[in-house]
């Protein structure tokens, strides 16, 4: 389940298949093998060298200077609470990106209960690269020029959850982009294109572009609040994803949009399901909610974009549509809207209170049009 920021209230998630693989962590997680780590960054290493393949590494309540980090396989990390263990990225490394804690090529890593304190530098706090079956859950990432934290390249079920995420400078909270803008096919390869996310009950705020940037397939992302950022979010390039019950609140310009960036017709955004947010824009004539099939350089075919819901959700601000057909319900905001383009949606998809979230008991498939990708292996 979920907190509902906004509300205060627990919710079912609609979409509990997405996301970090809970029975697979059971299945390789030693409970018996806990390395007590002191506090610094050569103890912290030794540790997580010999908790790798089950472990769990536990740091003390103390204030950790560290440069590169690279996380092993099958490890759990957890501090003694957000505010208490401080991991600093002193003098960031000289790779670019800037990474400090680096999730690369492993598999089935948890991450808990601590803080991630950039210092004002130019870092990514928090990497995860080419990984599947990460969870982060209870941080605290803040203080980058940067951003916050990212996952990208062809990532596999991860969950970040009861994050608060703020004043990391540049550019976004959480973000999330597999390859850069314009590629075609051959550049940016399905393998490359992240899967299976969950994205839930984090504060995300103080940012100078967006709370949220999310590329990836296959997604959930519910509960959060995106607020004071330049805009709250974007789901460029978006597929099968389930948004909801979120408020959204931009401090200039639009507060979410979608729009494609990848020169490829198969990732056109569709399934795309927006319901029980709330939508601000600033300034009060702005763009609260928008989507179009046109981006920087790359047009994609309109036809594509298809089964984009808008149910139920609170506007404060303009909707824009450019063309593309909204599927909305009966008896809600978005049908008395002035949507340029919109059409009553299926009946079933409409049928918000069965939904889990809704306290429900409907269980929402994985869609045929929403392919899952393979998970990778331990050490792949």
């Given at each position: 389940e979920f907190l509902d920021l906004r509300a205060n209230v627990c919710r079912q998630l609609d979409r509990p298949d997405l996301g970090f693989d809970y029975a697979r962590f059971e299945g390789w997680r030693d409970k018996s093998r806990v390395i007590q780590s002191g506090c610094d960054e050569t103890e912290l290493e030794s540790a997580l060298a010999a908790a790798q393949g089950g472990g769990?590494?536990?740091?003390?309540?103390?204030?950790?200077?560290?440069?590169?980090?690279?996380?092993?396989?099958?490890?759990?990390?957890?501090?003694?609470g957000v505010g208490q263990t401080i991991l600093r990225g002193g003098g960031c490394v000289n790779d670019s990106p800037k990474r400090i804690l680096?999730?690369?090529?492993?598999?089935?890593?948890?991450?808990?209960?601590?803080?991630?304190?950039a210092g004002g530098a130019n870092c990514v706090m928090l990497e995860v690269e080419r990984s599947t079956n990460v969870l982060i859950e209870r941080?605290?990432?803040?203080?980058?020029?940067?951003?916050?934290?990212?996952?990208?390249?062809?990532?596999?079920?991860?969950?970040?959850?009861?994050?608060?995420?703020?004043?990391?400078?540049?550019f976004h909270g959480i973000g999330s982009k597999d390859c850069p803008t314009g590629a075609t096919l051959v550049d940016c390869p399905p393998e490359s294109w992240s899967s299976s996310y969950a994205i839930y009950s984090n504060r995300l705020h103080n940012h100078d572009d967006h709370g949220l940037n999310l590329h990836g397939l296959n997604g959930e992302v519910?509960?959060?609040?995106?607020?004071y950022n330049h805009h709250a979010g974007k789901f460029y390039d978006a597929q099968c994803v389930w948004v909801h019950h979120n408020y959204f609140r931009s401090v200039q310009d639009w507060a979410i949009f979608v729009a494609p960036t990848l020169d490829i017709p198969e990732r056109a955004s569709h399934d795309l399901y927006f319901y029980k947010n709330q939508y601000v824009g600033t300034p009060a004539n702005t763009f609260s909610w928008g989507i179009t099939y046109t981006g920087d350089n790359v047009t994609l075919p309109l036809e594509r974009y298809i089964n984009i819901y808008t149910m139920d959700n609170a506007y404060a601000g303009r909707l824009k549509s450019n063309d593309i057909l909204l599927n909305i319900c009966p008896n809600t905001a978005e049908e008395i809207s002035p949507l340029e383009n919109k059409q009553v949606g299926v009946?079933?998809?409409c049928a918000l209170s069965d939904y889990p979230s809704m306290g429900g008991a409907a269980q929402i498939a994985p869609l045929a049009a929403c392919p899952t990708v393979s998970q990778r292996s331990a050490r792949q």
């Open positions: 769990t590494v536990k740091l003390p309540a103390c204030t950790l200077e560290v440069g590169r980090i690279n996380i092993p396989s099958q490890v759990v990390i957890e501090g003694a680096l999730v690369q090529n492993q598999a089935d890593v948890v991450i808990r209960n601590l803080s991630l304190d941080i605290e990432i803040y203080n980058s020029t940067e951003v916050g934290m990212r996952f990208k390249n062809g990532v596999r079920n991860i969950t970040i959850r009861y994050a608060d995420i703020y004043g990391n400078g540049e519910a509960g959060n609040l995106s607020y009946p079933s998809v």
